[in-house]
């Protein structure tokens, strides 16, 4: 009987232990990505911001490359492509500044040199209409598919005297935002087997202990038949 109940319970532990490390996964993998895509808003605020920096009224200009040379060494404009090399190492994004007057920024040459396939995948009409939305004054958060494969793109507009200046836009292959549950489902999967385990301890010893007087009673009636 104990051998039944046995493999009752560990029965149970398996399933709990899937439908456990299936749940737990998947709120992780959707937590951290959701961190991911809000820490890239972040990083666009902030050249955002150091785009606003760097406007000067009607002597505003941007140059050509975030990770070229420009005889305008500022601090601002020092910063401003130290953060967006920054982003790129960290999330393989191609990121376009472009103010009011259509002066851009980019660095497409790097993303085009280091990830060429990624490169091919940006349309200047979505990039155009993102950009036109974004100078309206507005931010933009959107993932989306192309050639079966999905894109996260960002976007917030720039500031400077009180009116929009121009807009910063950048998108990045999905699997740069996306914590592949790969590297998440050993660690889930050890912390719920851990746990079954240890309820499922717990329950044999409970069910050993009520069961114990059951197994006595049943021995003597043995014996007595013998």
């Known amino acids: 009987m104990f051998g039944r109940i046995m493999a009752v319970v560990v029965a149970v532990i398996v399933l709990l232990t899937s439908v456990l490390s299936g749940l737990g996964l998947y709120t992780l993998t959707s937590r951290q990505t959701a961190i991911r895509q809000e820490n890239l808003r972040a990083e666009a605020r902030e050249i955002a911001y150091l785009a606003s920096l760097y406007s000067g009224g009607s002597t505003y200009t941007l140059g050509t490359s975030l990770f070229s040379g420009s005889a305008q060494n500022t601090v601002a404009l020092k910063h401003l492509r130290w953060k967006a090399a920054q982003v790129y190492d960290e999330y393989g994004a191609y990121i376009a500044i472009v103010d009011r007057s259509g002066q851009v920024m980019d ?80 660690p889930v999967l050890g912390v719920v087997l851990g746990f079954c385990i240890l309820a499922g301890g717990a329950l044999l010893l409970y069910l050993r202990r009520i069961l114990h007087p059951i197994s006595v009673l049943s021995g003597a009636a043995k014996a007595m038949s013998e």
């Open 107 to 186: 660095n497409m040459a790097v993303t085009y040199e280091k990830n060429p396939d990624f490169a091919k995948t940006l349309n200047g009409k979505d990039i155009y209409e993102a950009l036109l939305t974004i100078i309206g004054g507005d931010e933009i958060s959107i993932r989306r598919q192309v050639d079966g494969d999905w894109y996260f793109t960002v976007g917030v507009p720039f500031v400077s005297g009180g009116l929009v200046r121009g807009a910063v836009f950048i998108q990045t292959p999905a699997q740069e935002i996306e914590v592949r549950a790969g590297t998440l489902l050993l």
